[in-house]
C-alpha cells in the first residue's frame, strides 16, 4: 500500500497528492477533485470539509474559499460564488448566509467581498447593477437605489441626456418661452409667450410669462416689452401703427387709434 510498482522491479513511494491502495498496484494515482494528502505512501485522499476546495488533480492540500464565495458541502472541487447583490468577507465560509446584501444604493458581482457605490447620476437596480437616471431627470447625491429617486427637471428646464447629475444639466426654456411641465426631455415641452407678454433670462421659465406694463407691447415670444414712438399707437398689444393721416401722437404709449390727435 501507498506504493507504485515501477517496470515491476521496484515500488515507489506515493508522493503528497498521489495515493495507492493496492498492493501490487501498478502507480500511484492523483487524488481527485476535491480531495488532498500531505503525506506521502498515503494509502487514500482526504476529502475537503466544508469551506475548503481542490480544483486540481493531485492536490497536496485543501485550500479555504476566499472571501465572498462559500463551500456548504466536503468534496468541493471548487467554491461557489455569493450571488450579485450580496458579498461576503469570510474566508473559508460554509454557507451562504454570510453573503450579506449590499447597503441602499451599492451593487456588487457575483462572488464580490464588498460593494460599490453607484455615482452621482445613477441608481442601484436591486443590488446588481447601476442604471443612469432617465432624460429628464437627474441625481446629484450618490447610493440611490431607485429611480424614483432621481429628481424631476423642473418646470420651465428639460435633459435630453441619461446619467445627469447636477440640476445645471436641466437645461432653461430659452427667452421668449415658459414650461409648466416638469420631467422633460426636450424643448418641445417650451412654449412661446403670448402676445403682451414677456420672459427673459433672469425669469423663473417655470411660471407663465408676465404681462407688459401699461403702454408698452410685446409679440408671440418676445423677451421684453417695446414702446412706440412718437406718432405711434400700440395695435392689439402686439405692433406699433402710425396715427391715420391728420393726426398725431405726442404721448407714448397710447394703446389705440383713437387716442391719436
Do not use: W
Not at 521496484?10 to 508522493?15: D, G
Not at 465572498?68 to 450571488?83: A, D, F, I, R, V
Amino acid at each position: 500500500y501507498g506504493r507504485g510498482n515501477v517496470n515491476n522491479q521496484t515500488c515507489e513511494i506515493c508522493p503528497a497528492g498521489r495515493f495507492n491502495n493496492e498492493i501490487g498496484g501498478t502507480s500511484c494515482q492523483y487524488c481527485n477533485f476535491g480531495h488532498s494528502t500531505l503525506n506521502v505512501e498515503s494509502l487514500e485522499c482526504e476529502e475537503c470539509i466544508a469551506g475548503k476546495y481542490a480544483n486540481v488533480l493531485g492536490s497536496e492540500n485543501c485550500f479555504d474559499c476566499i472571501p465572498g464565495k462559500y463551500s456548504e458541502l466536503s468534496g468541493t472541487k471548487n467554491c461557489k460564488n455569493c450571488m450579485s447583490g450580496r458579498f461576503s468577507t469570510s474566508t473559508a465560509s460554509i454557507t451562504s448566509s454570510l453573503c450579506l446584501e449590499c447597503a441602499q444604493g451599492k451593487i456588487s458581482l457575483e462572488g464580490s467581498s464588498s460593494c460599490s457605490s453607484c455615482i452621482m447620476g445613477k441608481y442601484s437596480n436591486n443590488g446588481k447593477e447601476c442604471i443612469m437616471c432617465p432624460k429628464g431627470k437627474y441625481s446629484n447625491i450618490i447610493e440611490i437605489d431607485s429611480i424614483d429617486k432621481c429628481k424631476k427637471c423642473p418646470q420651465g428646464k428639460y435633459n435630453g441626456v441619461l446619467g445627469a447629475n447636477d440640476l445645471n444639466l436641466c437645461k432653461n426654456c430659452g427667452e421668449g418661452k415658459y414650461s409648466l411641465i416638469d420631467n422633460a426631455v426636450s424643448n418641445k415641452t417650451c412654449v412661446f409667450c403670448e402676445v403682451g407678454k414677456y420672459k427673459n433670462s433672469f425669469m423663473d421659465p417655470g411660471v407663465v410669462c408676465t404681462n407688459c406694463e401699461s403702454g408698452k407691447y410685446s409679440n408671440i415670444g418676445y423677451n421684453e416689452c417695446k414702446e412706440c414712438l412718437l406718432g405711434e399707437y400700440i395695435f392689439e398689444k402686439r405692433e406699433c401703427l402710425l396715427c391715420p393721416m391728420g393726426t398725431y401722437n405726442d404721448v407714448r404709449g397710447i394703446e389705440g387709434e383713437e387716442l391719436c390727435k
